[in-house]
């Protein structure tokens, strides 16, 4: 297998405790670390220090599952910070790492959320992305207006808001060009009005003005990331996104949805380098395979039976599994539901590999679906160089299993032995924005487009 001229790009996802959904049990971990500001600023500069390209924070708006009679036994990851409000301290504390905050279409405006990733954007000096995501939680609607799931957007309606969504949030973004400020005290004049543009956007479901009242950053405009796999998502991730959070399971999957989405790129007019995919993955590693494989089953032993099966059943949209036997099969005609249906069919496909529901909850323990890897640095890396080396990924989003020390365990581990390798920078990575830690080019703004087509032509 050939190398890559390229490095593979590594993103730290967040999440109070950890991300093995008995992480808050552990006895290494403080239980309570989602409401700690502290403990996010540590893990922030532990990451930066590392060598980390981005922070990423995940999002939801509500608290879920309040009517089960697991809700005191699962609510632990779901008590947490605001993520733009957390990114805005991290900022303050860090000074190069990449800040991305998801945000939901589904329960937003445009205008609003433009206007707050845009001044984060400026805050960081450039260095925040946008996780564009429309919301499959029930719960969530029955915040915003919906007094059940019969209320709720379908799934292809989510997805015809978020595209114009993201086309409103773009234009807002352009509103003003890169030398709009003049700062002229003598003659006071404050700005070049001409270089001011309205967004005016009426459409199906946003009628938008604008301007927006934040300038454009250094960057030009917060990196788009999205995370969506169903043909829709896949869809807008190929004409919008820069950045994608991958949910795979085995190297011929990532391959496939990495060909997929850079081939729709490309037919889009795009260039596929300028997406990177990113697919998640949660490492327990050790000197050892087999100190690493007991660390795993150590966290594994801490699953609650019926914890295990509320997430199972959750990542299949709130199917009813209680009446099932948890040694028994997972049926394979499940009612359809209104959720996320690219976590659905991976689960599924897991279940016909003759998984019983037991063995599937504690496999989706660890990283909710994503990859989990255990073994020691050289066995986890070698997956880890497939994966990039092979084209099924351009860097890995990490979830550790537990904080801080799955976190600890890679930066001493994992990392050397990527750096050995020359799968990452020896001295870290480059570049003060965002844009330029993943390798992406600069925004030019649409009017300056213009103005050089008109000059060439």
């Given at each position: 297998?050939?190398?890559?001229?390229?490095?593979?790009?590594?993103?730290?996802?967040?999440?109070?405790?950890?991300?093995?959904?008995?992480?808050?049990?552990?006895?290494?971990?403080?239980?309570?670390?989602?409401?700690?500001?502290?403990?996010?600023?540590?893990?922030?500069?532990?990451?930066?220090?590392a060598g980390f390209d981005t922070l990423f924070l995940a999002d939801s708006v509500s608290v879920r599952g309040i009517d089960a009679p697991t809700f005191d036994r699962v609510i632990a990851p779901s008590l947490s910070f605001e993520p733009l409000t957390l990114l805005s301290a991290l900022a303050a504390v860090t000074s190069r790492i990449g800040l991305v905050a998801t945000a939901s279409t589904s329960y937003s405006e445009p205008f609003n959320l433009a206007r707050q990733f845009a001044s984060l954007d400026?805050?960081?000096?450039?260095?925040?992305?946008?996780?564009?995501?429309?919301?499959?939680?029930?719960?969530?609607?029955?915040?915003?207006?919906?007094?059940?799931?019969?209320?709720?957007?379908?799934?292809?309606?989510?997805?015809?808001?978020?595209?114009?969504?993201?086309?409103?949030?773009?234009?807002?973004?352009?509103?003003?060009?890169?030398?709009?400020?003049?700062?002229?005290?003598?003659?006071?004049?404050?700005?070049?009005?001409?270089?001011?543009?309205?967004?005016?956007?009426?459409?199906?479901?946003?009628?938008?003005?604008?301007?927006?009242?934040?300038?454009?950053?250094?960057?030009?405009?917060?990196?788009?990331?999205?995370?969506?796999?169903?043909?829709?998502?896949?869809?807008?991730?190929?004409?919008?996104?820069?950045a994608i959070f991958a949910a795979h399971q085995s190297l011929a999957d990532a391959q496939a949805f990495y060909s997929d989405i850079k081939s729709r790129a490309a037919v889009l007019g795009r260039k596929p380098e300028h997406i990177k995919i990113l697919p998640g993955v949660t490492i327990f590693t050790a000197p050892t395979s087999a100190e690493a494989h007991a660390k795993h089953q150590r966290l594994q032993d801490l699953v609650h039976p019926q914890v295990g099966l509320s997430l199972l059943s959750g990542l299949l949209g709130g199917v009813d599994l209680s009446h099932l036997p948890l040694d028994g099969p997972l049926p394979q005609d499940l009612p359809a539901t209104n959720a996320s249906k690219s976590r659905q069919q991976l689960i599924l496909q897991l279940a016909a590999?003759?998984?019983?529901?037991?063995?599937?909850?504690?496999?989706?323990?660890?990283?909710?679906?994503?990859?989990?890897?255990?073994?020691?640095?050289?066995?986890?890396?070698?997956?880890?160089?497939?994966?990039?080396?092979?084209?099924?990924?351009?860097?890995?989003?990490?979830?550790?299993?537990?904080?801080?020390?799955?976190?600890?365990?890679?930066?001493?581990?994992?990392?050397?032995?990527?750096?050995?390798?020359?799968?990452?920078?020896?001295?870290?990575?480059?570049?003060?924005?965002?844009?330029?830690?993943l390798g992406l080019p600069y925004p030019a703004h649409p009017a300056t487009l213009l103005r050089e087509r008109s000059v060439a032509v």
């Open positions: 297998m050939s190398k890559r001229p390229d490095t593979l790009k590594l993103g730290l996802f967040l999440r109070a405790t950890g991300h093995h959904i008995a992480a808050w049990r552990d006895t290494g971990s403080q239980a309570d670390a989602g409401i700690r500001l502290n403990h996010f600023i540590d893990l922030a500069r532990k990451a930066e220090a400026q805050i960081s000096g450039g260095r925040v992305g946008w996780n564009l995501v429309t919301s499959s939680d029930p719960d969530a609607a029955k915040n915003f207006g919906g007094a059940s799931e019969g209320n709720q957007a379908a799934h292809a309606d989510r997805y015809s808001r978020a595209r114009e969504f993201h086309e409103v949030v773009d234009k807002l973004w352009d509103s003003w060009e890169d030398d709009t400020l003049l700062l002229d005290k003598e003659k006071g004049v404050f700005l070049d009005r001409n270089k001011l543009h309205l967004a005016d956007h009426h459409g199906e479901h946003f009628h938008v003005r604008g301007p927006l009242n934040v300038l454009r950053s250094p960057q030009g405009k917060p990196v788009l990331v999205q995370a969506g796999a169903s043909d829709d998502g896949r869809a807008l991730a190929a004409a919008t996104a820069e590999e003759g998984l019983s529901i037991r063995q599937l909850y504690l496999r989706l323990a660890g990283a909710r679906g994503h990859w989990t890897l255990v073994g020691s640095p050289e066995e986890v890396v070698d997956q880890l160089q497939a994966w990039f080396e092979g084209y099924g990924a351009d860097g890995f989003n990490i979830l550790p299993p537990t904080y801080p020390e799955g976190l600890d365990d890679f930066i001493a581990l994992i990392l050397p032995e990527l750096k050995r390798r020359g799968l990452v920078p020896e001295d870290g990575p480059t570049g003060n924005t965002l844009r330029e830690r």
